[in-house]
């Protein structure tokens, strides 16, 4: 089963720019509930969405004071569990993360194992791209960050 998940944020001074679990050095961060982690939280709703469960929003909500400024790997471990009690086992991931700045190449290899490492797959099933779109639109003004993500799941074999 494939699952397809999507998010964005938008920057602000002061905050912290975290993907994939891994922090990188920027002018700005992003404006969030919790850390804002734009490829965790697509991550999740990718997994989420492959094995019909729901998104992001309908397990931890933004509106729920127990997730401000929590750590979006958090999300990503308790969804991985809960595909695991389901009897799902996570096949691949593949991760696109849209950007004018910072350049996301020198930290591609970190966020791939952390991805890898959560979901309990090896790296090499792990893809994670990044793109520029050109100084198009509100990513190519600088305004903000998003990050898509697709992933396979199955029944684990017992």
Same mark, same amino acid.
Do not use: W
């Given at each position: 089963?494939?699952?397809?998940?999507?998010?964005?944020?938008?920057?602000?001074? *002061?905050? @912290?720019? =975290?993907?994939?679990?891994?922090? #990188?050095?920027?002018?700005?961060?992003?404006? &969030?509930?919790?850390?804002?982690?734009?490829?965790?939280?697509?991550?999740?709703?990718?997994?989420?969405?492959?094995?019909?469960?729901?998104?992001?929003?309908?397990?931890?909500?933004?509106?729920?004071?127990?997730?401000?400024?929590?750590?979006?790997?958090?999300?990503?471990?308790?969804?991985?569990?809960?595909?695991?009690?389901? *009897?799902? @086992?996570? =096949?691949?991931?593949?991760?696109? #993360?849209?950007?004018?700045?910072?350049?996301? &190449?020198?930290?591609?290899?970190?966020?791939?194992?952390?991805?890898?490492?959560?979901?309990?797959?090896?790296?090499?099933?792990?893809?994670?791209?990044?793109?520029?779109?050109?100084?198009?639109?509100?990513?190519?003004?600088?305004?903000?960050?998003?990050?898509?993500?697709?992933?396979?799941?199955?029944?684990?074999?017992?």
């Amino acid at each position: 089963m494939v699952g397809f998940g999507y998010d964005v944020h938008r920057f602000a001074e *002061g905050g @912290r720019l =975290v993907l994939g679990g891994v922090e #990188i050095p920027a002018a700005r961060g992003v404006s &969030a509930h919790s850390d804002g982690d734009v490829l965790f939280h697509a991550l999740c709703d990718a997994l989420l969405g492959a094995a019909g469960l729901g998104d992001i929003g309908e397990h931890f909500p933004d509106t729920d004071p127990r997730y401000q400024g929590v750590a979006s790997r958090v999300f990503v471990e308790r969804v991985v569990a809960l595909l695991e009690e389901r *009897g799902y @086992r996570i =096949v691949n991931v593949d991760a696109t #993360i849209v950007l004018q700045e910072p350049k996301i &190449a020198p930290y591609r290899e970190q966020i791939r194992q952390s991805v890898a490492r959560l979901c309990r797959i090896p790296p090499e099933r792990v893809s994670i791209k990044a793109t520029t779109p050109e100084r198009l639109g509100f990513v190519g003004r600088g305004e903000g960050v998003v990050a898509f993500c697709v992933c396979e799941v199955q029944p684990s074999v017992p």
